[in-house]
């Protein structure tokens, strides 16, 4: 059995349904505000991003022995829209280019600690990876039933 008991794959099954959630969205969809909220779905990608960015964190810290935690933690709704604010200049390109990155950076670190058998604790990147993307995959499907698609 894995130290991660399956983790990367539920983070995987997770991920593959997001992708799917947001191929039945036009591109012309994209930039526009009110997908989720009032994000538009390149804001989503950027947030979805910034989180995944969040649990490489997490886990490398725990591989160095350290507190998956910071202390900022605790404010970690505000640092996502900030985030999502300080690049509200990309392109929805960078974004989507932005978003695979940042996830394959956190699925190699994953890997890694899966390889030297670190023990993801449960929760530490659930509501960061998986659940997260659940929770946007209906925001995405409510979206696309509002545009008829």
Do not use: F
Request: a negative charge; one cysteine or more; glycine letters at 6%.
């Amino acid at each position: 059995m894995h130290a991660d008991n399956g983790l990367i794959e539920r983070i995987e099954t997770h991920w593959r349904e997001l992708l799917k959630a947001l191929e039945g969205i036009p591109e012309e969809h994209w930039l526009v505000p009110g997908a989720v909220g009032d994000w538009s779905v390149k804001d989503l990608l950027v947030h979805i991003a910034y989180w995944d960015a969040d649990a490489d964190a997490r886990v490398r810290r725990i591989m160095a022995g350290k507190s998956p935690e910071l202390p900022e933690d605790s404010s970690w709704e505000v640092h996502s829209v900030e985030a999502v604010a300080q690049r509200a200049d990309w392109s929805l390109e960078r974004a989507w280019s932005n978003l695979h990155e940042t996830h394959a950076a956190m699925l190699a670190t994953l890997q890694a600690a899966r390889e030297a058998g670190t023990v993801i604790p449960p929760g530490v990147i659930d509501n960061c990876t998986y659940n997260h993307y659940a929770e946007h995959i209906a925001d995405l499907h409510a979206y696309r039933e509002r545009l008829g698609r």
